[in-house]
């Protein structure tokens, strides 16, 4: 087995370290997962500060919502990556949750009641984080950073946050099984070593495990790679790539974006093909996300397919994906 028949775009990280000395995020709270992070504040909100609901766009990861009722009542207003359709009303007793789309500015609503939370997953380092008026700002690492679990909370308004507690048993052994996955996935991709389904098998294993996860402290492992990694130089690549990406593409509908290039297709039925050959060329791109509810973003969803334009991705990388892009959106796709 070759190089280039071990080649791939995309997918889960693999174990990458760098040689940076330094704790990115100060002033931060460091939580298994950006989920376990959220859910940890709402619940700070909840016992200590009286909070009674919660405020979330419609156009959102549906687990993530799912494991959030079980701390706080959940509402739902109108919003998505194509703009805001309707303003949040909440209570002064309620908190407002608005995203950052793709690592765009989100829209602001007018009223946040007693504080608004911003999810900067898609961009954790944002230039604008520190301009939206947020009391509180969360993002999951593991979307742009080669880690095993990990996310970040921390308050520009420097309002008091929850102090994580000890990771769990079910949590820390998800890390182990993603751990090895990622060791074993960057052998096989350096050096044709082992069994591509067994880290696939691992990765899955220990997604298993965080699902429903109880909020806990990110592992020891995760704590010190971040501290190696060149994060602003990462950015700065990965913007870099999408812009190369998306000139490459040129005439094909992309939303903008800091975080990977986002292409918008006429239908469902032309994504699904596309998507479906993309995997079928070793290129993975992500859908963001399953929503069901309401019909207008489930249409809109079926029609967006997610392009990493990660660290790990040089011009040729690059120049492959998109000529696969184009091969596969020429495709005549029955109706």
Known sequence: MTADDRWESGSAFPLVLGSEHKRPFDGGRFFGSGRQA?????????????WTAVHFPTYYCPDVV????????VKRYAAAPEGDREEPAPSDTEVVVTVSYFGQPPIVPRAAG????????????????????????FASLRKTLPLPDGGVLWSPARQAMPVPAPATERHLAGVGQILAAMNLKAAYLERGTGDKQTYLDL????????????????SAYSSAALRTFPIERWRAQRIANIATLTASLSGLDTLPS?????????????????RA???????????????????????????????????????????????????????????
């Open 258 to 274: 800091t975080f990977g290039v986002v292409l918008r297709f006429p239908s469902a039925g032309v994504r699904d093909v596309v």
């Open 114 to 137: 007693r504080v608004l939370i911003v999810d900067a997953t898609h961009d954790p380092l944002a230039p604008w984080l520190s301009t939206v008026g947020a009391g509180f700002v």
């Open 277 to 335: 050959g993309l995997i079928a060329r070793r290129i993975y791109p992500a859908v963001l996300w399953d929503v069901a509810e309401p019909r207008r973003d489930r249409e809109l969803a079926q029609r967006l397919l997610f392009l990493h334009t990660d660290f790990r991705s040089d011009p040729a990388d690059l120049q492959l994906v998109a000529q696969a892009v184009r091969e596969l959106s020429a495709l005549e796709v029955p109706c």
């Open 203 to 218: 990765f899955a294993a220990g997604e298993e495990c965080f699902r429903h996860g109880a909020p806990g402290e990110m």
């Open 66 to 73: 799912d494991d959030v009722a079980s701390v706080l009542d």
């Open 38 to 50: 959220l859910m940890a504040l709402l619940a700070h909100g909840r016992d200590t500060l009286g």
